[in-house]
């Protein structure tokens, strides 16, 4: 159920998780910063209190469509804004949800408490049932957003203007904000886990509280319209795991597989009895499928996989790291598949629900990405740890991910070589990843100075092919010392070799800047269009020459701010001839022609 008023971001941000009756909080909120942080002491959180500016939800201030456009730095932010509960849905149970609030925040319901969270990627709820009232009823946040490095920022820089390849920061609410309603029992996860070896599909269906006697879980399988499974198992604790057999002789596979050429879906329909009262109703979907890496090969459903991935920062330049559109969403999918790649590793970013859901739909293979922190303390172990526990928990079920990546090129753990603690670290986010998700691979910390890790995953940003060629003409060689400047293993850490080789960044090409502005790239940036595809094929051959390699991901897919080494313009207009460089990519006299 949707508000009437057209608002951004109407659709439901969640196709994963989603229940029928749900009503969308995005729109014109009142907003105040708060530089002085003096909104308690003025009773900013009091009912009907005015703020004196208006933003558009889900958009940053920092950004153009928030209205505001405000870069300004205020650790603390206001935001207000009433909503009535239609009348068909009063006596249930109402679950107030936040995509993402950066950093931490408060909530009040009618002036009271509902609640709060730390973590300004992953999402959270509240049960706001019994602050609410007949009528308008008034929701108030109270937002921090500091420069501290110890919180995951990604690539949000932590001062004024602009650094490197680091860009404008976001603060306060940047994903969609919404209501759902259920009864008195309710789902938090629905996770299904695929084994295409032995034909089943594994449910565990988790509770928000121990229920008060025994309820019924009703669970609906269809492909395509059709149904083709229906169980019900007893549901007596918070934890309910049930297995059904997914295998059906008329398919040829046994059962419908999901790759990226035939992107199979079943939908599922999850709900919770009691006797015939239906308590709760939550839509999922899942893909069997199966990811693992055997004898440095990656296999996909027992095949030999070739990635070809393009690193996609995720930033928009009139929305920053909120999508501006669903429709913006599925065309970054789509642009990566017309460019021939069949992956994209979405970069210090855990994205909008909804990227995952298209690149599910369309077929796509992603890498998911835990924003760095950048200042080492056990606060910044608990963050990470934190922020990568809550993606796999929100993104558990979409087939197209395929790898967690907790750190990258040694961010926030820059003396990893040798520094005992940062390798504990390391290896605690790998063993952590492993443990609340074995289907996936982990490239722990993607780039060079490697510890124990599934993907060996190294960076190289040469800027001709005759010196990738050297780089990476021995493997034993390059494991023992440096594929270009950096160690290739922390000391200590020597690789079984039965790890999966992959060039995860290279190339980053930039074009010169006609304005001469002081844009950044690697190495000179090129003049035209010939220019680019000379040097694109001359490193582009050599990283899939190289033996050993189970694929690349190129850098990147679109200019963002200041970087200008994208393959396509901020707004995706594309930069090169897309159908040569297709090509290219999937030139099948090179192993990237899988």
């Given amino acids: 159920m949707n508000m009437s008023n057209p608002i951004p971001r109407p659709e439901h941000p969640r196709p994963d998780f989603m229940r029928p009756d749900w009503l969308n909080l995005n729109g014109a909120w009142q907003f105040a910063f708060d530089e002085a942080d003096e909104g308690r002491e003025k009773g900013y959180a009091a009912p009907g209190r005015a703020l004196p500016r208006t933003i558009q939800v889900p958009f940053c201030p920092e950004c153009e469509m928030s209205g505001l456009h405000d870069k300004r730095f205020s650790k603390v932010l206001w935001y207000r804004r009433s909503f009535t509960v239609p009348s068909a849905l009063k006596g249930r149970r109402a679950l107030l949800r936040f995509g993402a609030v950066d950093y931490r925040c408060e909530v009040f319901v009618n002036g009271v408490s509902a609640g709060s969270h730390v973590g300004g990627y992953t999402p959270f709820q509240l049960d706001v049932t019994k602050l609410l009232q007949d009528g308008e009823n008034d929701l108030c946040l109270r937002v921090e957003d500091d420069r501290d490095c110890t919180q995951p920022r990604g690539k949000q820089y932590w001062a004024d203007g602009w650094m490197g390849c680091w860009y404008t920061p976001v603060s306060g609410i940047w994903q969609t904000v919404y209501l759902e309603f259920t009864g008195e029992d309710y789902l938090v996860s629905a996770h299904v886990t695929p084994d295409i070896d032995q034909g089943i599909a594994s449910f565990r269906l988790t509770l928000k509280e121990i229920p008060k006697k025994p309820l019924k879980a009703e669970i609906t399988i269809s492909f395509q319209g059709e149904v083709v499974r229906q169980l019900t198992a007893l549901v007596h604790q918070r934890l309910t795991e049930v297995s059904v057999s997914m295998v059906d002789g008329h398919a040829l596979d046994g059962f419908h597989i999901w790759r990226p050429e035939q992107p199979n879906l079943y939908d599922v329909l999850v709900r919770i009895l009691d006797g015939e009262k239906v308590e709760d109703e939550v839509s999922t979907y899942f893909g069997m499928r199966k990811v693992e890496v055997k004898d440095g090969w990656v296999l996909l459903n027992n095949s030999p996989l070739y990635q070809r991935l393009v690193l996609d920062q995720g930033y928009w330049p009139e929305s920053l790291l909120t999508p501006p559109s669903d429709d913006a969403i599925r065309s970054d999918v789509e642009w990566a598949k017309k460019l021939g790649y069949n992956g994209a590793r979405k970069h ?173 790239g690697y190495h000179d940036k090129v003049c035209d269009e010939d220019a680019f595809f000379a040097r694109f094929q001359s490193v582009n051959d050599a990283v899939r020459a190289i033996p050993y390699c189970q694929g690349y991901c190129y850098t990147q897919l679109t200019d963002v701010q200041q970087e200008t080494n994208g393959l396509l313009t901020p707004d995706r207009k594309p930069k090169i001839d897309p159908d040569r460089f297709r090509a290219l990519n999937r030139n099948p006299d090179h192993r990237g022609g899988r």
């Avoid at 924003?371 to 993606?391: D, I, R």
């Avoid at 922390?490 to 002081?518: M, R, S, W």
Wanted: proline letters at 3%; charged letters at 25%; one cysteine or more.
């Fill in 348 to 520: 210090q970013k855990l994205e909008d629900p909804r990227y995952y859901y298209w690149a599910d739909k369309l077929g796509l293979l992603v890498w998911g990405e835990v924003p760095s922190a950048y200042e080492f303390s056990g606060e910044m172990v608990a963050n990470l740890s934190n922020t990568l526990t809550g993606f796999i928990e929100r993104d558990y079920n979409h087939p197209s991910l395929i790898a967690w990546v907790p750190l990258n090129e040694s961010w926030g753990v820059v003396r990893i070589y040798n520094n005992q603690r940062m390798q504990e670290a390391a290896r605690m986010l790998y063993h952590q990843a492993r443990a609340l998700d074995g289907t996936r691979l982990v490239s722990v910390n993607d780039g060079w100075e490697q510890v124990e890790t599934d993907v060996f995953g190294l960076h190289d940003y040469a800027a001709a092919g005759p010196d990738i060629e050297r780089h990476f003409h021995d493997r034993d060689e390059v494991c023992r010392h440096s594929c270009d400047w950096r160690m290739a293993c922390a000391d200590g850490f020597n690789p079984t070799g039965k790890e999966a080789f992959l060039v995860t960044e290279y190339g980053g090409i930039a074009f010169q800047d006609g304005a001469g502005q002081d844009t950044w």
